[in-house]
């Protein structure tokens, strides 16, 4: 949605995202890495969807507020884009005073004009971060639309039980387990489309067990 080259090309190779966001920010190799090294990477991505500022970020790691800042500073060099796309957001909040998903879904963000400091940069934070998370819930609510005909037609006896997040949790006859599981994956896949095209890939994958908490 940020237009995002050098990320764009590391999902369309399935790289971990968050693995090159740790040796771009940081200056390392993504061979051998530090899993810690990752899970700070991994904050940073996540963290500056939230507008997350160098105070939050170092409570949730654990390290000094000046190393956090300087974690922060770094990705917006690598990736100027990203900061971009965040003011580009914010000012389309204003002016409108909603924001869209890709599927045109209006996302209203009442306050964003606020005088108070507090309440407008939560909803700047949260017409940030609409888009993305609404876009989401969009693609995942069109493949449950789609799922179960998809069975019905395949003559599958699959029950869907419940959508978490971008998770779809189904109960499936253990002969069926691995047919179902490359239908559902397809339909997932396709959802956005052909309203849609995204120009990364969308990947789906899938586990099976005898509970939900084993299948994870």
């Given at each position: 949605?940020?237009?995002?080259?050098p990320l764009k090309e590391a999902f369309r190779a399935g790289i971990d995202?968050?693995?090159?966001?740790?040796?771009?920010?940081?200056?390392?190799?993504?061979?051998?890495?530090?899993?810690?090294?990752?899970?700070?990477?991994?904050?940073?991505?996540?963290?500056?969807?939230?507008?997350?500022?160098?105070?939050?970020?170092?409570?949730?790691?654990?390290?000094?507020?000046?190393?956090?800042?300087?974690?922060?500073?770094?990705?917006?060099?690598?990736?100027?884009?990203?900061?971009?796309?965040?003011?580009?957001?914010?000012?389309?909040?204003?002016?409108?005073?909603?924001?869209?998903?890709?599927?045109?879904?209006?996302?209203?963000?009442?306050?964003?004009?606020?005088?108070?400091?507090?309440?407008?940069?939560?909803?700047?934070?949260a017409a940030i971060n609409a888009p993305l998370q609404g876009t989401a819930?969009?693609?995942?609510?069109?493949?449950?639309?789609r799922v179960p005909p998809a069975l019905r037609e395949a003559g599958l006896?699959?029950?869907?039980?419940?959508?978490?997040?971008?998770?779809?949790?189904?109960?499936?006859?253990?002969?069926?387990?691995?047919?179902?599981?490359?239908?559902?994956?397809?339909?997932?896949?396709?959802?956005?489309?052909?309203?849609?095209?995204?120009?990364?890939?969308?990947?789906?994958?899938?586990?099976?067990?005898?509970?939900?908490?084993?299948?994870?």
């Amino acid at each position: 949605m940020a237009g995002i080259e050098p990320l764009k090309e590391a999902f369309r190779a399935g790289i971990d995202i968050h693995a090159l966001t740790a040796s771009q920010v940081f200056g390392i190799p993504v061979d051998g890495m530090d899993p810690m090294v990752r899970r700070r990477a991994k904050a940073i991505n996540f963290g500056i969807i939230y507008g997350i500022s160098a105070f939050g970020l170092a409570q949730q790691l654990g390290i000094p507020q000046a190393e956090a800042g300087a974690y922060i500073k770094a990705y917006f060099e690598r990736y100027p884009g990203i900061r971009d796309y965040m003011e580009r957001t914010k000012k389309t909040a204003r002016e409108r005073g909603y924001v869209t998903t890709l599927f045109g879904r209006r996302c209203h963000v009442p306050g964003i004009n606020d005088r108070n400091p507090a309440r407008r940069n939560f909803m700047e934070r949260a017409a940030i971060n609409a888009p993305l998370q609404g876009t989401a819930a969009d693609i995942i609510k069109r493949a449950m639309i789609r799922v179960p005909p998809a069975l019905r037609e395949a003559g599958l006896k699959a029950r869907m039980l419940l959508q978490v997040h971008d998770e779809l949790l189904f109960e499936v006859p253990h002969a069926e387990i691995a047919e179902t599981a490359e239908l559902v994956r397809q339909v997932m896949e396709r959802a956005p489309l052909p309203a849609v095209r995204l120009l990364v890939p969308l990947v789906a994958e899938a586990g099976w067990a005898r509970n939900w908490a084993e299948a994870h």
